[in-house]
């Protein structure tokens, strides 16, 4: 598809990807491509309307567990207890949370990391470039607006197939919400 991956992924057994920017349903094709690249194996969060028929049985496949986002089902504490279950574990997830605008990233990777005490690898999905851009770990500090402000300026000038980011990164960190 003339994509090609920097950087490397840490050799941890644990971890959270954060994949960003989430514009498009390329997205998904894209990531889809780039596990099946580096043969990563991985977990993914994902609308439950993406795990009807004919779609479900290919997501679960691919690693994907259905979220019912209409109702609160405390993922986050869900998801840290199955990092605690494992002994390998990576999750994927788009930080948005949607592939339309936002002005700020939900939370719910960050407490997810941070209770689970595991890094977060910052992922960019750079369609000006075509590249899967793998970024250093981060370790969280407890300080979710300020840590998020530093993973958001990790993104900056990465153009996602939609729209790039519209705002400086300092001015897009400060804005975080709960979820």
């Given at each position: 598809?003339?994509?090609?991956?920097?950087?490397?992924?840490?050799?941890?057994?644990?971890?959270?990807?954060?994949?960003?920017?989430?514009?498009?349903?390329?997205?998904?094709?894209?990531?889809?491509?780039?596990?099946?690249?580096?043969?990563?194996?991985?977990?993914?969060?994902?609308k439950d309307t993406l795990f009807r028929f004919p779609l479900g049985p290919l997501m679960r496949a691919?690693?994907?567990?259905?979220?019912?986002?209409?109702?609160?089902?405390?993922?986050?504490?869900?998801?840290?207890?199955?990092?605690?279950?494992?002994?390998?574990?990576?999750?994927?997830?788009?930080?948005?949370?949607?592939?339309?605008?936002?002005?700020?990233?939900?939370t719910g990777f960050y407490h997810i990391a941070h209770a689970a005490r595991v890094p977060i690898v910052?992922?960019?999905?750079?369609?000006?470039?075509?590249?899967?851009?793998?970024?250093?770990?981060?370790?969280?500090?407890?300080?979710?607006?300020?840590?998020?402000?530093?993973?958001?300026?990790?993104?900056?000038?990465?153009?996602?197939?939609?729209?790039?980011?519209?705002?400086?990164?300092?001015?897009?960190?400060?804005?975080?919400?709960t979820g």
């Amino acid at each position: 598809m003339g994509w090609r991956v920097t950087g490397r992924l840490p050799d941890l057994p644990r971890f959270v990807i954060i994949a960003a920017p989430h514009t498009s349903n390329w997205d998904f094709v894209i990531g889809l491509a780039a596990k099946l690249a580096l043969r990563l194996g991985l977990t993914f969060l994902g609308k439950d309307t993406l795990f009807r028929f004919p779609l479900g049985p290919l997501m679960r496949a691919w690693g994907g567990i259905p979220v019912d986002r209409s109702t609160s089902h405390d993922v986050v504490n869900g998801i840290v207890e199955e990092f605690a279950r494992r002994d390998r574990m990576v999750l994927a997830l788009a930080p948005e949370g949607t592939r339309k605008p936002v002005s700020r990233w939900r939370t719910g990777f960050y407490h997810i990391a941070h209770a689970a005490r595991v890094p977060i690898v910052p992922v960019a999905l750079n369609f000006g470039a075509k590249e899967i851009q793998i970024l250093e770990p981060f370790d969280t500090t407890g300080d979710v607006e300020a840590d998020v402000r530093v993973l958001r300026a990790r993104y900056a000038g990465v153009r996602g197939r939609r729209r790039m980011f519209s705002e400086s990164p300092m001015d897009a960190a400060t804005r975080v919400t709960t979820g």
